[in-house]
């Protein structure tokens, strides 16, 4: 057990919540008195040794999960809001914030909606945005955000849907080639699948019960849109469970999260869990040898990582992030203490942009965030061809890391000094506290500037302390 006390309030509430019982009941399991499990569950005790014992002998609960949750990616979500020029008194201390994250993420969320109803509409301000003049405008937040905000808090990780991915792509326990099982179930419901020379991924006829699948398409990408349609056809009824439960605020927001999660069985189905967690330890996470067992791209591969976070068999703990020449960030998931801006690029010095100037080659960084925390990063461009002279190639650049305590379980690591000197970066400019970046873009909203007409460092301008 590591020294420092250990608050998980909300976690025990949680856990009692599903099991049904009252704080009583919940209390004598325990081995506590009532008022000593009221004091934990509203943070003001630590959880002790004795009850986490406890809790591992009388209902087999995974203790990784005090220390895991929601709770920094609300703090980090927090930070960056409270940056926003609207809120021009001084910023609530972190201790605040991490106390409002750990004892009511509700309220914390509530706020977070709040001011992306406020950006939203000040966005359609600065942008004399139509929409303003009519009726049906509302303060949402856009379809695509708030699905977006539905696998972040979901830590990526959708128990349920993957179990049924991996009991589908290993009947019996023995994997299965994917292309062979998705070809024969979507024969047996009937649907007459065709490789197509369109430059359109995939188009399924519903009347005619026809499929077409690109013959442009590699061969991964052939393999995840048949797994796609399988999905749909197979495992209708659990998504839109799924989707039941999320809650969503408008239809187009339950259509765009179907999508993503036909999308998170497809995957899955591809890269079983067990089977592809034993074979990324096996080769130490090599990104091409797992590609090529599995028949994935690179791509597939690392995000697959980033969701190896199942209760009681959790692989290493990994960000991924996907972005675009512009440096826009198009995919990003953190199971690590990273966290990626809500809005706006990722911080300029992390090598994920310097992939470009590289290609087919993977690049390593060790960095440092502002809050003392290290990782060991991986980075490399993807390329997306159309298939034909004429076709638009589309280029991204994929970032993989994980905090250098793991590093050593990672080939890209050797030979690396990891006690070396470490980069430093950070989450975004608007909320970076490095007070002397040559590559800051604008300045930081926490913090007052001086300006001297008669001097200049790197900036036009100083960071006050």
Not at 1 to 15: C, D, N
Not at 146 to 169: G, Q, T
Not at 387 to 416: K, M, T, W
Request: include cysteine.
């Amino acid at each position: 057990m590591s020294t420092q006390k250990l608050y998980a309030g909300v976690k025990l509430r949680e856990l009692r919540g599903r099991l049904g019982l009252t704080q009583k009941a919940f209390a004598d399991k325990l081995g506590v008195s009532l008022p000593y499990l009221n004091q934990m569950e509203n943070n003001h005790r630590p959880v002790s040794a004795s009850v986490v014992l406890a809790l591992v002998q009388e209902f087999g609960f995974d203790v990784t999960e005090l220390t895991t949750g929601d709770a920094e990616r609300i703090v980090s979500d927090m930070r960056e809001a409270l940056a926003d020029p609207v809120f021009q008194s001084a910023t609530p201390p972190l201790a605040d914030l991490r106390l409002a994250a750990s004892n009511a993420p509700a309220l914390a969320r509530a706020f977070l909606d709040l001011h992306r109803a406020y950006r939203q509409t000040h966005e359609r301000l600065a942008s004399l945005d139509e929409a303003l003049g009519r009726e049906d405008v509302s303060l949402r937040p856009s379809p695509w955000e708030e699905v977006r905000d539905f696998f972040h808090y979901c830590d990526n990780y959708l128990d349920a849907i993957d179990r049924a991915a991996e009991h589908y792509a290993m009947p019996a326990g023995i994997r299965k080639d994917p292309l062979f099982i998705a070809s024969e179930t979507l024969a047996s419901a009937g649907i007459d699948l065709q490789f197509s020379d369109s430059g359109t991924l995939r188009t399924y006829d519903p009347l005619q019960k026809r499929l077409a699948i690109s013959g442009r398409a590699s061969g991964p990408t052939q393999r995840f849109q048949l797994l796609y349609q399988v999905a749909l056809i197979t495992q209708n009824d659990l998504l839109d469970a799924t989707l039941d439960l999320a809650r969503f605020a408008t239809p187009e927001a339950r259509d765009i999260a179907k999508i993503g999660l036909a999308n998170y069985f497809a995957g899955a189905a591809l890269l079983p869990y067990r089977t592809f967690q034993q074979a990324a330890l096996d080769t130490r996470h090599d990104l091409e040898r797992l590609s090529d067992l599995f028949g994935a791209s690179v791509e597939q591969v690392a995000h697959r990582l980033s969701t190896l976070q199942r209760p009681g068999a959790k692989g290493i703990p990994f960000f991924f992030v996907r972005v675009d020449q512009a440096g826009t960030i198009t995919k990003r998931h953190s199971a690590t203490r990273l966290q990626f801006a809500r809005f706006g690029g990722a911080c300029p010095l992390w090598n994920v942009h310097r992939a470009f100037e590289t290609p087919g080659r993977f690049l390593r960084q060790l960095a440092e965030t502002p809050d003392g925390v290290r990782y060991f990063c991986l980075a490399r461009d993807v390329s997306k061809p159309g298939g034909s002279f004429n076709a638009p190639v589309r280029r991204y650049a994929i970032g993989l890391g994980c905090e250098v305590q793991h590093a050593d379980a990672l080939v890209y690591a050797d030979g690396l000094d990891l006690r070396g000197k470490f980069e430093p970066i950070g989450i975004s400019c608007r909320i970076c506290e490095r007070r002397d970046c040559h590559q800051r873009s604008v300045p930081p909203l926490e913090r007052r500037l001086r300006v001297d007409p008669d001097k200049r460092g790197l900036l036009p301008y100083e960071i006050a302390e």
